[in-house]
């Protein structure tokens, strides 16, 4: 057997191994999870008052040559 032959049947177990660990272990990420319960939480006695904008720079409308 050559060098090239045994390379390419250890990458395919290797392979294999990869193939069955994900499969085995499902789907990464929220596919396939259950959806996260919401917890309730008391409503606030009053919506906060809306912050004032923060100021504003000087605009520059032209720039002297």
Do not use: C, F, H, W
Not at 19 to 30: D, E, K, N, S, Y
Not at 40 to 57: E, I, K
């Amino acid at each position: 057997m050559s060098s090239e032959s045994v390379g390419g049947i250890l990458g395919a177990i290797v392979a294999a191994v990869v193939l069955a660990a994900a499969v085995v272990l499902g789907p990464i990420g929220q596919y396939g999870k259950p959806p996260k319960t919401k917890v309730d939480q008391a409503p606030a006695t009053a919506p906060a008052a809306p912050a004032a904008p923060a100021p504003r720079g000087p605009v520059i409308k032209e720039v002297p040559n």
